[in-house]
């Protein structure tokens, strides 16, 4: 039987230009940053227990919206667009 024993836990410093964003009477909140979070091997999962289909959907639309917009200023630049 194998023992599993979680990861450390630890806490990053958020600036005070990001702290200051809040409103004065906010007495404490919480900073996740996602960016980093998503290069991580456990965000796939995370991501399929937290999100709705929708917003999957949704997401995909996004991305498929920003594919059609690149394409379009590509062709106006004159460069031939990436099939897809």
Known sequence: MALMIPAP???????????ALFPKEVGEFAYADLK????????PQLKEQMLPERFRQ??????????????RWMNWRGRSSPKG
């Open 36 to 43: 980093k979070a998503r290069t991580l091997k456990w965000f």
């Open 9 to 19: 836990v630890r806490a990053d410093r958020l600036g005070s230009d990001k702290i």
């Open 58 to 71: 949704f997401e995909k639309f996004l991305a498929s919206a920003e594919w059609t917009r690149i394409r």
